[in-house]
C-alpha cells in the first residue's frame, strides 16, 4: 500500500462501475462519496467517471478498450493516482497499474488510510494496523513485482518466489502478533467496563453515518471536550460521558466510530471492539443528518452495520440533526412522514434538545425507581452511591439517620431496600 504521506500530494482520477441504469444513481451518490473520502486524505480529485458494463471483465473489470480509454484520459488530465470505488481483484490491480504505470488504489485502502490517520489510542491503532495488514497480504505481489524475473529454471524455486513467501511469513506473524495485542487491550477494555458497570448507571451509544454530528451532540449536551470537525471520521475512538437528564438521572453517552456505504468488512470486524459499545447500551441514539439528500440511504446504511452487530434489536432514539439547513417545508414534512417518531433538533443552535433530553429519560423509566430512605449516618459510602448514580430529591439529617429521597436505578435499589421507610417505592 502507498504511504499516506506519499499520496497526499497526488491528483485522482475516481472511477465507478455499475452494471444497469438502476445501479447508475446510486453509483453516482457512492462516487460522490468516494471524493470526499479522497479529499478527505488532502489528495486533489482532478475528475470522476462512471463506466457502465454487461459483466466483469476478468483482467481490468471493465473492458480493454475501456481500460485503455480511461487511461489515456488520466493522462491527458495529469492525474497521478486512479481510485477505484469498487473492490478489484488483487491480479486487476497488477494490470491496471501495468497498463496505466501508476498506483492504482480502491475504496477499501482509502478508508484504511483515513482510520489510520484518526486513530489515537492504542486499541484504534491495533485495530487499523490489523485491518491493513489483512488487506495487503493477498495483494503482496503489487510489491515485489520486480523479482518474478529472477525465477530459477525448470522445477526451481526462483529467488522471487522464495522473497515472497517469506514476506508472506512476516506479514502472518505480524498479524498474529497484532491479534494478540489486540486481545491483551481487550482484556484491559472488559476489566474498565467491569469497573463502570458497578456504578448501575444507564449507558446510551449515539450512532450514525460519518458526518452527522454525533460528536458534536455528545459535546453539547455534556460540555466534553471532543474532536468536531467538518470531516470524514474524525473520531474513531469511543469516548464517554456523563449528562444529566431533566429529572436529575445520570446517564453515560459514548459516541462511536462514523458509518459510510460499503465500510470495509475487515474493518467491521476489526473494530467490533469499538462498536461494541453500541451493542451493550440501553439504546442506541441514531444520528442523522437531515439536510442530506442521501439521508434514507445512511439510515439503512448504519441500520445494515448495526444488524452485523448484533444491535439492531435495541431500543432506539432516531435524532434529525441540522434542521436549521432546511428551508422547504416540503422536506420536514417529508422526514416527519418516513421518521414519524425521531427527534428533530439542530445542535448548532440548540433546538429540540431539551425534548431530545425528555426521550433519554423516557427510555429509562423503566429503571428509575421513587424511594424514600432512612439511612444510618454510618453508611456514608450509600449517600455517596446515590449521588453518583441517581438523583437524590431531598435530604434531612437527624440525630441517627438521614432522611433521604431519591430516584435510583434497579442496581441501587437492591442496595439501599433495607433502608426503605415502610419498605414501599415507586416506579418513575
Known amino acids: 500500500?502507498?504511504?499516506?504521506?506519499?499520496?497526499?500530494?497526488?491528483?485522482?482520477?475516481?472511477?465507478?462501475?455499475?452494471?444497469?441504469?438502476?445501479?447508475?444513481?446510486?453509483?453516482?451518490?457512492?462516487?460522490?462519496?468516494?471524493?470526499?473520502l479522497v479529499q478527505t486524505l488532502g489528495i486533489a480529485v482532478v475528475h470522476k467517471e462512471l463506466v457502465r458494463i454487461q459483466e466483469a471483465n476478468a483482467r481490468f473489470f471493465v473492458g480493454s478498450g475501456r481500460a485503455e480509454g480511461i487511461v489515456a484520459h488520466v493522462q491527458q488530465l495529469g492525474a497521478d493516482l486512479i481510485v477505484f470505488d469498487n473492490d478489484l481483484t488483487?491480479?486487476?490491480?497488477r494490470n491496471w497499474e501495468a497498463l496505466s504505470k501508476l498506483?492504482?488504489?480502491?475504496?477499501?485502502?482509502?478508508?484504511?488510510?483515513?482510520?489510520?490517520?484518526?486513530?489515537?489510542?492504542?486499541?484504534?491503532?491495533l485495530q487499523v494496523e490489523l485491518a491493513r495488514l489483512e488487506y495487503s497480504l493477498p495483494r503482496l505481489t503489487r510489491a515485489w513485482g520486480h523479482l518474478s524475473r529472477q525465477a530459477g529454471g525448470v522445477g526451481g524455486r526462483g529467488e522471487g518466489?522464495?522473497?515472497?513467501?517469506t514476506d508472506r511469513r512476516i506479514v502472518r506473524r505480524h498479524i498474529d502478533a497484532v491479534k494478540a495485542d489486540l486481545?491483551?487491550?481487550?482484556?484491559?477494555?472488559?476489566?474498565?467496563r467491569k469497573q463502570r458497570e458497578r456504578l448501575p448507571l444507564p449507558h446510551a451509544a449515539i450512532v450514525g453515518y460519518t458526518n452527522a454530528g454525533k460528536?458534536?451532540?455528545?459535546?453539547?449536551?455534556?460540555?466534553?471536550?471532543?474532536?468536531?470537525?467538518?470531516?470524514?471520521?474524525?473520531?474513531?475512538?469511543?469516548t464517554t460521558r456523563r449528562v444529566d437528564l431533566g429529572n436529575g438521572q445520570p446517564l453515560l453517552l459514548t459516541d462511536t466510530v462514523g458509518f459510510v456505504r460499503n465500510l470495509p468488512h475487515r474493518l467491521i470486524e476489526s473494530f467490533k471492539a469499538t462498536l461494541e459499545e453500541a451493542a451493550r447500551a440501553d439504546f442506541l441514539v441514531h444520528v442523522l443528518d437531515a439536510s442530506h439528500p442521501r439521508v434514507y440511504d445512511f439510515?439503512?446504511?448504519?441500520?445494515?452495520?448495526?444488524?452485523?452487530l448484533g444491535a439492531d434489536t435495541l431500543r432506539a432514539i432516531t435524532v434529525l440533526n441540522k434542521i436549521d439547513r432546511l428551508e422547504d417545508p416540503a422536506a420536514i414534512h417529508a422526514l416527519r412522514l418516513h421518521f414519524p417518531d425521531a427527534a428533530f433538533v439542530s445542535v448548532r443552535t440548540g433546538a429540540g434538545l431539551d425534548d431530545l433530553l425528555e426521550r433519554f429519560a423516557e427510555k429509562l423509566s423503566d429503571r428509575s425507581t421513587k424511594v424514600e430512605l432512612a439511612l444510618p449516618l454510618d453508611r456514608t459510602e450509600l449517600l455517596s452511591l446515590l449521588h453518583r448514580t441517581g438523583r437524590v430529591l431531598r435530604l434531612e439529617y437527624g440525630?441517627?439517620?438521614?432522611?433521604?429521597?431519591?430516584?435510583?436505578?434497579?442496581k441501587v435499589f437492591a442496595r439501599v431496600q433495607p433502608f426503605l421507610v415502610n419498605q414501599q417505592a415507586q416506579a418513575v
Open 103 to 125: 498506483p492504482v488504489i480502491e475504496r477499501q485502502e482509502i478508508i484504511l488510510d483515513i482510520f489510520a490517520q484518526r486513530a489515537q489510542t492504542k486499541e484504534a491503532r
Open 399 to 410: 440525630e441517627r439517620v438521614a432522611s433521604v429521597v431519591a430516584l435510583v436505578s434497579p
Open 183 to 192: 486481545e491483551l487491550v481487550r482484556a484491559r477494555r472488559a476489566t474498565q
Open 215 to 238: 460528536s458534536s451532540l455528545l459535546r453539547r449536551l455534556t460540555g466534553a471536550e471532543v474532536l468536531v470537525a467538518d470531516k470524514l471520521f474524525s473520531t474513531l475512538d469511543p
Open 90 to 93: 488483487p491480479a486487476q490491480q
Open 161 to 165: 518466489e522464495t522473497q515472497l513467501e
Open 299 to 308: 439510515y439503512e446504511t448504519t441500520k445494515r452495520v448495526l444488524d452485523e
Open 1 to 36: 500500500m502507498t504511504d499516506t504521506k506519499v499520496r497526499s500530494n497526488r491528483i485522482a482520477y475516481l472511477v465507478g462501475v455499475y452494471r444497469d441504469q438502476h445501479g447508475k444513481d446510486e453509483a453516482s451518490s457512492l462516487l460522490d462519496e468516494l471524493k470526499l
